[in-house]
């Protein structure tokens, strides 16, 4: 099967990166959201084949903030987001916080869903790493802590347990699996959005959806949610992505 067959089976809605942020560009014109005046902010895996996306989103918003850990989870504390937060541009009034959330999966040439071939490298390794290994392992005990703190694994640990609360039964695939993901990066962002409450003095939005890693190509974005709240007294509202 070529990567075509499969991408079209199975991700039939995506966009190139450039036509997926072009449509971004598009909902939140009446926004407010113009380059001066937005901070964007992505949370996607720590594989180096998701870091196509800083580029394409700097050339829009100016440097992203990095949010993200292992399958595209928020994995920077309070810590982290109040320095987020604190980097918003805010003059002439409120800010304008633009946030990413894309968990990813690739294809490699000979159509297999959760692999690529990487450069200079002569088989297809797994694409994402961390959630094929968290889904290799679901039914199995967690492994006792290592000895060494650093190796503790507190994202994969934590990347097994939120996406696992987003499945009803065994995924059928990685496939299945990396939506799920997504799902929990969704969950996550705006529960940690919520607890932070940045409403007060900045606009949000939050686009999810799976980062899609395709042979020879630019990458693809399955849209999955976008949606924007604008003030401590609203709540988040969905908003239409003209695709
Ligand atoms: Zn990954």
Redesign the pocket.
């Known amino acids: 099967m070529s990567w075509r067959e499969t991408f079209q089976s199975r991700f039939g809605g995506a966009l190139p990166l450039d036509a997926y942020l072009d449509a971004v560009d598009a909902a939140l014109a009446p926004y407010g959201f113009t380059p001066e005046r937005t901070f964007a902010a992505v949370s996607i ?3 180096e084949l ?1 870091q196509s996306l800083i580029p394409e989103v700097a050339r829009r918003w100016d440097h992203p903030f990095n949010l993200g850990g ?2 595209g989870l928020p994995s920077l504390g309070r810590t982290g987001w109040g320095t987020c937060l604190a980097h918003v541009p805010h003059e002439g009034g409120r800010g304008h916080l633009l946030v990413f959330g894309f968990p ?1 999966v690739g294809i490699d040439p000979d159509g297999r869903l959760g692999s690529s071939l990487r450069r200079h490298q002569d088989a297809p390794t797994p ?5 094929a290994s968290v889904l290799e392992t679901l039914d199995d005990p967690p492994p006792a802590d290592p000895t060494t703190e650093a190796l503790a694994d507190a994202e994969a640990r934590r990347l097994r347990r939120l996406v696992t609360a987003e499945l009803d039964g065994p995924p059928a695939d990685l496939g299945a699996f990396t939506r799920a993901a997504a799902a929990a990066v969704e969950r996550e962002m705006w529960a940690e959005l919520e607890a932070l409450a940045p409403w007060g003095a900045m606009d949000v939005a939050v686009f999810t959806g799976i980062q899609i890693h395709v042979p020879a190509c630019a990458d693809r974005i399955l849209p999955l949610t976008a949606a924007i709240r604008t003030g401590a007294d609203t709540a988040a509202h969905p908003l239409e992505l003209g695709t």
Do not use: E, P
């Open positions: 895996c720590r594989d998701t292992l399958g990813h694409t994402c790493g961390a959630l």
